[in-house]
């Protein structure tokens, strides 16, 4: 299996082109990692109780029950697991609507697979009251298909949530590429049978035999899409 592109190495081609692309959304379409960690504090302040950037950096890419739960349970709070969520989600949800803060390239990269009539999906462990704001701030038809945390059974790492998205656009997973910038995600993805971009952010990614690295969407923007050096030895 080829080792996967270094973070800060070009995309080169391999004649690879995927029937769909399949985004991640927090951390990898926009960046409210801060907004949700903003929320965490205030939550934990609100009942007495000790947050760390640590603890936060455990949730990134977690579906929101998950997250909820480690809150419960670390810090001892008062509330359930759904309770804990809806009081993130209140807080999350008036900063986007404030405004939404789009990763670089991401907004052009997904106009120019538009173009290319490229099927997009977005499968995010967000809900969707929390995703609406986000999608209202892009073309109408930007994502064929909108995959949320409070629309299937199992959240990430789980690969239910990408094979939900691909079979739903009526392609194989193994025929897609997934946008990733966490372990959870690329885990997520990589157990469904995806190419998974992995483009870091807030947490490091170890390498995996599906994965390929860059260190930014800029990267791609202005090159078709079957000259992307994404492919696994499987799609040669």
């Not at 809900?127 to 986000?134: A, C, L």
């Not at 930007?142 to 790492?157: I, R, S, W």
């Not at 885990?187 to 860059?214: I, K, M």
Request: proline content about 8%.
């Amino acid at each position: 299996m080829e080792q996967p592109v270094a973070a800060d190495a070009a995309p080169e081609v391999t004649g690879w082109l995927p029937q769909a692309v399949l985004w991640d959304m927090d951390g990898t379409l926009v960046d409210t990692e801060p907004y949700w960690i903003d929320a965490e504090y205030a939550l934990a302040a609100e009942f007495g109780a000790t947050w760390s950037h640590e603890h936060a950096m455990r949730l990134v890419g977690n579906d929101l029950l998950s997250s909820g739960r480690y809150m419960r349970e670390e810090l001892g709070l008062p509330l359930t697991a759904e309770e804990i969520v809806e009081r993130l989600l209140d807080g999350v949800v008036d900063r986007v609507r404030g405004e939404v803060p789009w990763r670089p390239g991401a907004r052009e990269l997904l106009a120019e697979l538009r173009a290319e009539a490229v099927p997009c999906a977005l499968v995010t462990m967000s809900y969707t009251r929390f995703v609406e704001p986000i999608l209202d701030q892009l073309p109408a038809d930007t994502f064929d298909v909108v995959v949320t945390g409070d629309q299937v059974g199992h959240g990430k790492p789980h690969p239910e949530p990408y094979l939900t998205a691909a079979a739903a656009l009526g392609v194989e997973a193994e025929d897609c590429l997934a946008v990733e910038d966490s372990a959870t995600g690329a885990t997520s993805a990589e157990a469904a049978g995806c190419t998974v971009l992995v483009v870091p952010h807030h947490v490091a990614v170890p390498p995996g035999p599906a994965r390929v690295f860059l260190s930014s969407l800029v990267d791609l923007v202005g090159r078709p899409s079957h000259e992307w050096r994404l492919a696994g030895s499987a799609h040669r």
